[in-house]
């Protein structure tokens, strides 16, 4: 069965700053990787994912992910933080097989603070 | 654009007591999810379902229970409600398990 595991529950970084937040995974199967961000009292959104093709990902405001197979990671970085990027984000994997993706399994979540 | 609406939004139960979380979703998608999400812990997958007539186990499904009758609603039954219940409950759908949809969330506590 697939697992999740980020690596760090909380992050606080300065505005500006670049930042990092770790994802590994375990998985004896291809698979999907996501990064989701939960704004407080809000439900998921995606904010990127991996499907096949380029390991390199990007999402609209600035965070990308690297699928790193050897390693079984897809870290989220983004080069310079803003106050707006303070949220709970979540790394989750879903297994494919050849009769589709399986159950989507979440990550603890990572909580990034950023100060003024 | 509905999307994946959840009712209701706030639950108080009492212990013993049963509910059912009702979750529906107007896109036409397969794939639907139950997580619930507690302080620290991120969000376990209570059930899923690939699609009509189709449902099975997360990684969390003891003390619920789920149906698949329609490709809209996935419903999620709490039987025997227990205070180890209290969560955030989120509804999430997906069109072949690449991106999920997810649902305002309820919030239920058991007392």
């Known amino acids: 069965a697939q697992s999740v595991t980020q690596l760090d529950s909380q992050v606080p970084v300065f505005e500006e700053a670049p930042v990092e937040l770790r994802c590994n995974y375990s998985?004896?199967?291809?698979?999907?990787l996501f990064w989701y961000v939960q704004y407080p009292n809000q439900g998921l959104q995606l904010l990127l994912k991996y499907l096949s093709g380029s390991t390199l990902v990007k999402s609209i405001n600035g965070f990308e992910a690297e699928f790193n197979k050897s390693q079984t990671s897809f870290h989220l970085r983004k080069p310079s933080v803003h106050i707006s990027d303070t949220a709970e984000y979540f790394c989750a994997v879903s297994d494919w097989k050849f009769q589709g993706a399986q159950k989507l399994v979440f990550g603890q979540g990572t909580r990034l603070t950023i100060n003024p | 654009n509905a999307g994946v609406t959840q009712t209701p939004k706030f639950r108080i139960l009492k212990i013993g007591q049963s509910m059912t979380l009702q979750c529906t979703q107007d896109m036409n998608h397969n794939y639907m999810y139950w997580y619930r999400q507690d302080p620290g812990m991120g969000l376990k997958l209570i059930y899923y379902?690939?699609?009509?007539?189709?449902?099975d186990k997360g990684e969390v499904p003891n003390g619920y229970n789920v149906s698949r009758s329609t490709t809209e609603d996935f419903p999620l039954r709490l039987e025997l409600a227990a205070p180890s219940q209290t969560s955030v409950y989120f509804c999430a759908s997906s069109p072949d398990g690449s991106e999920a949809f997810f649902g305002q969330g309820t919030r239920l506590t058991v007392v």
């Open positions: 998985s004896s199967v291809s698979v999907y």
């Open positions: 379902s690939v699609g009509a007539g189709i449902t």
